[in-house]
């Protein structure tokens, strides 16, 4: 079991930064893979950035690419999304999510996590 707990969104404005956390408990979290998705109202959830169990290996969307960073601390059992130069269309429910059959993060597809945080709202206006 994995128990995941997202921080840090809010109201931006375009061109600003966030920085997203997700704090993670349970089963060792050095073990499995870590990925950001978001989900804007109308539109299916999508992967945004992932990171491999060790983080040596990330992925991230074109649509993110060059602004948002992923990286994971795992002696704090940690994983951050810094997102910078944020854009309107940006605006979406973030999550994190665990996939526990994993090392690296080579699924893109939602139904593959297992385990997700509650949440956290990003807002940027324009």
């Known amino acids: 079991q994995v128990q995941l707990v997202e921080s840090g969104g809010g109201l931006v404005q375009a061109g600003g930064s966030l920085k997203l956390s997700c704090a993670a408990s349970?089963?060792?979290?050095?073990?499995?893979?870590m990925g950001w998705f978001r989900q804007a109202p109308g539109k299916e959830r999508e992967m945004i950035a992932g990171?491999?169990?060790?983080?040596?290996?990330?992925y991230y969307a074109d649509s993110v690419k060059g602004r948002f960073t992923i990286s994971r601390t795992n002696a704090n059992n940690t994983v951050s999304l810094q997102m910078n130069s944020l854009k309107p269309e940006d605006t979406a429910v973030y999550y994190c999510?665990?996939?526990?059959?994993?090392?690296?993060?080579?699924?893109?597809?939602?139904?593959?996590?297992?385990?997700w945080g509650q949440g956290t709202q990003v807002t940027v206006s324009s």
């Open positions: 990171i491999s169990a060790s983080g040596s290996r990330t």
């Open positions: 349970g089963r060792t979290f050095s073990t499995y893979a």
């Open positions: 999510a665990a996939d526990s059959d994993r090392v690296y993060p080579t699924s893109r597809q939602a139904s593959e996590y297992d385990y």
